[in-house]
């Protein structure tokens, strides 16, 4: 690696959370300190930076991704999604989600807590709802407070309306 | 001291023992959380340590040269530039000083040790450097120790020239009622246990921001400390107290790790006076791995005697902690004699003779982690009489039962000193064993058509030492705590206390408490936690202390902040004070229909209309409490005993295991929990902390740990892709049960909960795998339960049969 060599900028345009984001960035920002530092939504966490905690998990164009393994380069052109954009906005209420996990005690010191969502948040509840998926869509997420016990009760709370026909959209 | 709860209790819709929902809870789910990595600050430098890649070596020199020529790069120091930073204190005289500099002088003694700081405008650019100065450091390697037995081999390397040994301590008592057991026993066996090397690991990881302003150094720390963290920098830094602020915003766990002060916490507000400029650190997950403390490093050597019937006669142990380098304020050393002291769990048992002794190697520092020596000392009981069942043909859960504690023998004086004043021992146990007979038919019924399928049960029961003295472990803390109440002039509620919010719920709590003792609701408390200059002096959150030194804290500082309070009503009230009682935010004369005053009118009168004060009353409406356990003791009296826990809560942990014979596949299939905290503050949040010590637990069973190149004492591990962190699919499903045996004297019964859901799981693993497996004989002696562990205990059993005695 020569590192020593001048560091290109690339420019990127981006959808952050419904707003049009514009910056010149260097080549080798991650996905996940644009997101926290320059764009300054400090929301999305990182626990490990190398892909396996999932506590950076964001959404890109409907996929959940760990913005810790991206960069910012690569968002160019796409529409971003982080854990600021669940609450209703200006409300003091709670997406239906993020009021389940309050209800259930699913959080205590909270670090992990945006990736859960934003994994949840990018699946098709009605695919997802039968407990043994929400373990396994959940089993790329660490949480090292709950012992994951309230985080499958919350899910399986909030999602308790998807029958799995798609009966319900208010998830 | 009798329980009076009621008396303290001034609202009618009591808070206490309810779910009252976290007020924690809003910030980190909507993403407006403020962790120690949100901080920025105008000008704000990034800081990267440059750490050893050498497990023993003399650092021959650091060529900075290249580093320094970056654009962007600020400055890089080395320990040389920190010659006016005062060591780390050696305050524990009993043990080894290591004279720890905050960033290491010219010899390093593991993988990870910091030597040098860069300063850059940002963090990669930071991270470049630190790359160029690791590269321009040249080392001498020194021959490593990577275990005990190399540590302590004739002719080892040392670590530290001026000690004799790589022995720290060697503390042995002698018990001549011990040898008197082993002569009339019928048999004795002896064995090794073996924890193996884990960590905390809390899903943030430590970060330091510094900032400099007006002669006042402003320190945001991850820390679970923030008072003893001010403390050490004012003391390394040579600054006024006053002039440090200490400040934890929102951490993400801690689990004993962050109870530490490390270099950083020099470092970096070192860096920040010097430059004059805020300076961050945060430590990614790789230098986690090895720059935060390691824990549970610990290996018991045990002889025990027993009769035919299964009478356990006595026991010799010899605990030997792994404690890494021991380059770490506060030392690493106390959860080893935790382990000791706490060997016997819930049981009648007082012939152990335990022998402590600390070791240093050529690894991470040794610190505390949950359960902080707890696991370790339920392991080997467990296990001892899981193996005297065996021999002697005794039922397990019969044996138990007759060494467990009965009611009647409370107060109970542990081998050791430990207190246990109260606690449901023997009744967890039936309960929990009635929780465990469907769950044990569920399963069996489960496999009864696959054979390569055997279930297993295994059993642990456990004290949790809470709110312990902070002497032993510090040499120099002692283990009390603080808390300020103020009612404002509206009549809303300030409550301040030292202790620290690190995930638990303690704001929660707090706002409970004081709520009930006020008489208001607790959305009317403001709740401050974790900031020295907002705070009164507190040791902060760790050892199962939360509860308990909040109860007491606010209790004392609620007390008398009413009595002042009532004082101020009845004069408006034109009232004997004697006859006006506080009920739901109003003070009214008892019995009489006239209006009352509200918190309101009091606090108004107190800090602005002195005119409806009574003659002569200081105005004000503030009060403090520092409660310091009535039991507590901070140093070994004339027997060598203590009881170093204000308290102590107990639990029974059992779990049914499943177990696949030809691949080694362990999986929990119930997991049970009975538990005693004494009084319980919220049940939602004490529930938590069960499900979330146990899942710890059950990492360090089945999954965690850390291992090491023997040759080189190198880490053999760098990620979460070789340190298995287990997720949702194998954190099994847990039934829970309570009882509440409240703390005969501490305020409102309360005594704690934060680590004993840890204890259970590698006894319970180790015993129900074995108990699956016994047609081989196996035996379970260590953890983690591993596939690979399992087929070699099988292969070994079927060659060699099980263990036999005398």
Redesign the interface.
């Known amino acids: 690696m020569t ?2 060599e001048p560091i290109s900028e690339v420019d990127v345009e981006v959808t952050v959370n419904g707003q049009p984001q514009r910056h010149r960035v ?1 080549a ?2 991650l996905l996940s ?1 644009y997101i ?2 320059t764009v300054g ?10 892909g ?2 999932g ?1 950076c998990t964001v959404i890109v164009d409907g996929d959940a991704v760990r913005s810790c393994l991206m960069l910012a380069a690569q968002v160019d052109g796409a529409e971003v999604r ?3 954009d ?2 209703p906005a200006g409300a003091d209420s ?1 997406s239906p989600m ?1 009021q389940a ?3 259930n ?1 699913a ?8 990736g859960f ?1 934003m994994t949840l948040e990018s699946v098709d509840p009605t695919e997802w709802n039968e407990p043994e998926r929400v ?2 869509l ?15 009760t919350a899910v399986t709370e909030a999602w308790s309306a998807y029958d799995g026909s798609g009966g319900s959209d208010d998830g | 001291m009798s329980l009076d709860i009621d008396s303290h209790i001034r609202h009618s819709t009591r808070h206490i023992g309810r779910s009252v929902p976290r007020r924690e809870d809003r910030g980190p789910l909507t993403g407006r959380g403020r962790y120690v990595a949100d901080i920025k600050i105008a000008g704000m430098l990034e800081v990267v340590l440059v750490r050893s890649i050498e497990a023993h070596a003399r650092i021959v020199s650091i060529d900075t040269s290249e580093a320094l020529a970056m654009d962007g790069v600020q400055a890089v120091f080395t320990a040389a530039d920190l010659a006016d930073v005062k060591t780390f204190p050696d305050y524990i005289p009993y043990i080894g000083p290591v004279k720890q500099r905050p960033l290491v002088e010219d010899r390093v003694r593991y993988v990870g040790a910091p030597y040098a700081a860069v300063v850059a405008v940002d963090r990669y650019i930071a991270e470049d450097a630190a790359a160029l100065v690791a590269a321009g450091t040249t080392y001498e390697p020194l021959p490593t120790v990577a275990d005990l037995d190399q540590a302590l081999a004739p002719g080892a390397p040392k670590l530290y020239d001026h000690w004799e040994s790589n022995c720290s301590f060697d503390v042995a008592p002698h018990k001549p009622e011990v040898d008197h057991a082993f002569k009339q026993a019928d048999h004795t066996f002896t064995e090794t246990y073996v924890s193996q090397r884990q960590t905390g690991l809390p899903m943030e990881t430590r970060g330091v921001v510094a900032d400099i302003t007006d002669g006042t150094l402003t320190v945001w720390s991850s820390t679970q400390s923030p008072h003893m963290v001010r403390s050490t920098i004012a003391l390394m830094l040579d600054m006024p107290e006053p002039q440090v602020r200490v400040i934890h915003p929102t951490i993400g766990g801690g689990f004993g790790t962050k109870t530490h002060i490390y270099p950083e916490d020099i470092v970096v507000p070192w860096i920040a006076r010097r430059l004059g400029r805020p300076a961050r650190w945060i430590e990614d997950r790789m230098e986690n791995l090895v720059a935060s403390v390691h824990a549970r490093d610990q290996r018991h050597t045990v002889e025990v005697a027993y009769d035919d019937d299964g009478t356990i006669r006595g026991v010799r142990c010899a605990s030997m902690l792994d404690m890494g380098s021991g380059e770490i304020f506060m030392p690493g050393t106390a959860p080893v004699f935790v382990t000791n002291a706490c060997i016997t769990g819930g049981y009648d048992f007082e012939n152990m003779e335990a022998r402590t002794i600390g070791v240093v190697t050529n690894k991470t520092p040794a610190g505390a982690y949950r359960g902080f020596g707890i696991p370790e000392g339920a392991f080997v009981m467990e296990r001892i009489i899981d193996r005297v069942a065996r021999l002697t043909g005794t039922d397990r859960v019969d044996l138990r039962r007759r060494m467990l504690l009965r009611p009647e023998q409370k107060p109970y004086v542990m081998h050791g000193g430990g207190r246990l004043d109260s606690g449901s021992h023997s009744e967890s146990f039936e309960r929990a064993l009635e929780m465990t007979a469907p769950a044990l038919e569920r399963a069996r019924s489960r496999y009864a058509d696959d054979p390569d399928v055997r279930v297993g049960v295994g059993y642990c029961n456990y004290v949790e030492p809470t709110s312990p003295s902070y002497h032993l472990t510090t040499g120099h803390w002692g283990g009390g705590d603080a808390a300020t109440v103020r009612v404002d002039p509206d009549g809303s509620v300030r409550v301040a206390a030292g202790l620290s919010e690190i995930g638990q719920g303690n704001t929660t709590a707090a706002a409970q408490l004081a709520a009930d003792m006020l008489g208001v609701s607790p959305d009317d408390v403001t709740v401050v936690l974790g900031d020295t200059e907002r705070a009164p002096y507190g040791l902060g959150s760790w050892g199962s202390r939360g509860a308990m030194m909040l109860t007491g804290s606010v209790l004392l500082a609620s007390e008398r902040l009413v009595d002042k309070a009532r004082a101020i009503a009845a004069h408006m009230l034109e009232a004997a004070e004697a006859d006006v009682v506080l009920t739901d935010g109003a003070f009214h004369v008892a019995g009489s229909d006239q209006p009352s005053v509200s918190w309101a009118e009091v606090g108004t009168a107190a800090w602005i209309r002195y005119v409806d004060l009574p003659d002569g009353m200081e105005p004000g409406l503030e009060t403090s409490g520092y409660y310091h356990p009535e039991n507590l003791q901070h140093q070994l009296d004339d027997t060598g005993k203590i009881n170093a826990a204000a308290s102590w809560s107990n639990g029974t942990h059992i779990g049914v295991v499943s177990v696949r014979v030809s691949t080694g596949e362990v999986r929990i299939e119930d997991y049970l929990v009975v538990h005693d905290c004494g009084t319980v503050i919220n049940p939602a949040l004490v529930e938590g902390q069960v499900h979330g010590g146990v899942a710890q637990g059950i990492a360090g069973a089945m999954y965690e740990h850390f291992q090491y190149d023997p040759d080189t004492a190198n880490p053999r591990f760098a990620s979460f892709m070789d340190y298995l962190v287990p997720t949702c699919a194998e954190v099994p499903p847990m039934e829970l049960d309570h009882f509440e045996s409240p703390a005969p004297e501490q305020p409102l019964g309360v005594k704690g909960c934060g680590e004993g859901g840890t204890v259970g799981p590698p006894a319970v693993v180790a015993g129900a795998v074995s108990d699956a497996l016994s047609q081989w004989g196996v035996d379970l002696t260590e953890c983690p339960v591993t596939p690979v562990a399992v087929r070699a205990a099988i292969r070994a059993a079927g060659t060699a049969g099980a263990g036999a005695g005398s």
């Open positions: 590192i020593s260097p080798r920002l300190d926290r530092d939504l400090t929301g999305t966490h990182l626990g490990c930076e190398h396996y905690c506590a982080t854990v600021e669940l609450a709670l993020q996990f309050h209800d005690h959080l205590q010191c909270g670090f992990c807590t945006a969502l373990v396994e959940l089993s790329g997420n660490l949480c090292r407070c709950t012992g994951y016990q309230n985080i499958v």
